[in-house]
């Protein structure tokens, strides 16, 4: 028996001399060549959407319908973007009002931005009716301290037919009061409020700190976020696809959800807040305060961030049509001070006090000729 001759090993090849290469100093490498570790920073803002794209990419068509069936589920993104509204910490909007009917027409448009616990508005005011048209404009400012600053501009314009129809004897006292208000900045404080009303005082500081509350304080906000995903009140009944960017939904209230999530309300931090600053201040959920509405609601929402971008509210009655739209934009840098330049609404009061007496004085003296005129 033949034995088999062993083969000797191979000769492995030798290995390339590579010519020395010179050192490229540290400061010459570019940065994007490097496989630089993120930061820490950069890691946890951008691991999670890198893991989420990758098992999307994974899945395929599958990931697209988890994508659907979740995070654009329309109850989800409604109940998201009211929940964001809440929690924002600063909005500015565009409204626009607007009431038609066999009287004439209102129409009324605002700008306006909210900050912390600090409110402004632009305002104008169109009022067509009788084959004339009346126009007002104006602006209100709400400071950290719930004090008011109001401003009204073409006030002569706007009350000359009201004016015309008062005594002759008080015209030039209206006329001298609008000189001193029109396009004037007018601060109404919590301390004026209390000479008319120290109750309605009280209330308007509390409810702005309650408000406050909500924005600063995760306890109070929390509440109104987990009650909400208990009993969702806004029901989806139709979807209206996408436009700029958001998803489109006709809603409508649930009745039962709705008086549910009223209850609940009366258990939270909030409500029981405003309720200690005026034990008037109540939620009626009984069955008698519930009414069938005819009103159309639609609410855009970023497909995105599922913040509400649009709403648009209409309604019609025997007498009209009314229609409403809101265009929010929420977390936007801004800005609301208060005027510097204003007038206390007390150096006013004995204007408008005089005002008064004058106008009951001139209705008195008509008074006789209107009552003789009924026997002659």
């Given at each position: 028996?033949?034995?088999?001759?062993?083969?000797?090993?191979?000769?492995?090849?030798?290995?390339?001399?590579?010519?020395?290469?010179?050192?490229?100093?540290?400061?010459?490498?570019?940065?994007?060549?490097?496989?630089?570790?993120?930061?820490?920073?950069?890691?946890?803002?951008?691991?999670?959407?890198?893991?989420?794209?990758?098992?999307?990419?994974?899945?395929?068509?599958?990931?697209?319908?988890?994508?659907?069936?979740?995070?654009?589920?329309?109850?989800?993104?409604?109940?998201?973007?009211?929940?964001?509204?809440?929690?924002?910490?600063?909005?500015?909007?565009?409204?626009?009002?607007?009431?038609?009917?066999?009287?004439?027409?209102?129409?009324?448009?605002?700008?306006?931005?909210?900050?912390?616990?600090?409110?402004?508005?632009?305002?104008?005011?169109?009022?067509?009716?009788?084959?004339?048209?009346?126009?007002?404009?104006?602006?209100?400012?709400?400071?950290?301290?719930?004090?008011?600053?109001?401003?009204?501009?073409?006030?002569?314009?706007?009350?000359?037919?009201?004016?015309?129809?008062?005594?002759?004897?008080?015209?030039?006292?209206v006329s001298d009061f609008i000189k001193k208000i029109n396009d004037q900045w007018i601060v109404i404080s919590n301390d004026s409020v209390k000479s008319f009303s120290d109750a309605y005082a009280k209330m308007q500081k509390c409810t702005q700190?309650?408000?406050?509350?909500?924005?600063?304080?995760?306890?109070?906000?929390?509440?109104?976020?987990?009650?909400?995903?208990?009993?969702?009140?806004?029901?989806?009944?139709?979807?209206?696809?996408?436009?700029?960017?958001?998803?489109?939904?006709?809603?409508?209230?649930?009745?039962?959800?709705?008086?549910?999530?009223?209850?609940?309300?009366?258990?939270?931090?909030?409500?029981?807040?405003?309720?200690?600053?005026?034990?008037?201040?109540?939620?009626?959920?009984?069955?008698?305060?519930?009414?069938?509405?005819?009103?159309?609601?639609?609410?855009?929402?970023?497909?995105?961030?599922?913040?509400?971008?649009?709403?648009?509210?209409?309604?019609?009655?025997?007498?009209?049509?009314?229609?409403?739209?809101?265009?929010?934009?929420?977390?936007?840098?801004?800005?609301?001070?208060?005027?510097?330049?204003?007038?206390?609404?007390?150096?006013?009061?004995?204007?408008?006090?005089?005002?008064?007496?004058?106008?009951?004085?001139?209705?008195?003296?008509?008074?006789?000729t209107q009552t003789n005129s009924l026997f002659s």
């Open positions: 028996m033949d034995m088999p001759v062993s083969q000797p090993p191979e000769t492995p090849e030798p290995l390339q001399q590579l010519p020395p290469q010179p050192l490229t100093p540290l400061a010459e490498v570019p940065s994007e060549g490097l496989p630089i570790a993120p930061q820490s920073k950069q890691r946890s803002k951008w691991f999670l959407p890198i893991i989420i794209a990758a098992i999307l990419v994974v899945l395929g068509g599958s990931g697209t319908l988890a994508y659907k069936l979740w995070y654009q589920n329309p109850q989800k993104v409604i109940g998201d973007s009211l929940l964001h509204a809440i929690e924002a910490k600063t909005m500015t909007y565009k409204a626009m009002a607007e009431r038609k009917g066999s009287f004439g027409a209102v129409n009324v448009t605002i700008a306006g931005a909210s900050k912390d616990n600090a409110n402004s508005a632009d305002a104008t005011v169109t009022i067509a009716m009788s084959g004339k048209t009346y126009t007002l404009k104006g602006s209100v400012v709400v400071d950290g301290k719930s004090d008011i600053y109001l401003k009204v501009a073409n006030v002569d314009s706007f009350l000359a037919d009201f004016k015309a129809q008062l005594p002759v004897s008080t015209q030039g006292l700190a309650t408000f406050d509350k909500i924005q600063s304080d995760a306890a109070y906000s929390s509440e109104l976020v987990d009650l909400y995903k208990k009993h969702p009140f806004l029901k989806v009944t139709k979807e209206l696809g996408s436009k700029d960017g958001s998803l489109g939904y006709r809603v409508k209230g649930d009745t039962v959800a709705g008086r549910a999530f009223g209850e609940g309300l009366k258990n939270t931090k909030a409500y029981k807040m405003l309720h200690d600053c005026d034990d008037s201040f109540a939620i009626d959920t009984s069955e008698s305060s519930s009414t069938t509405s005819t009103t159309t609601t639609e609410i855009w929402v970023s497909r995105w961030t599922h913040e509400i971008t649009k709403v648009t509210a209409s309604d019609s009655d025997t007498e009209g049509t009314t229609s409403l739209t809101f265009e929010p934009i929420f977390n936007k840098d801004v800005k609301v001070t208060a005027p510097k330049d204003a007038k206390s609404v007390d150096e006013l009061m004995n204007d408008i006090r005089q005002l008064e007496s004058s106008i009951l004085e001139a209705s008195m003296e008509t008074q006789p």
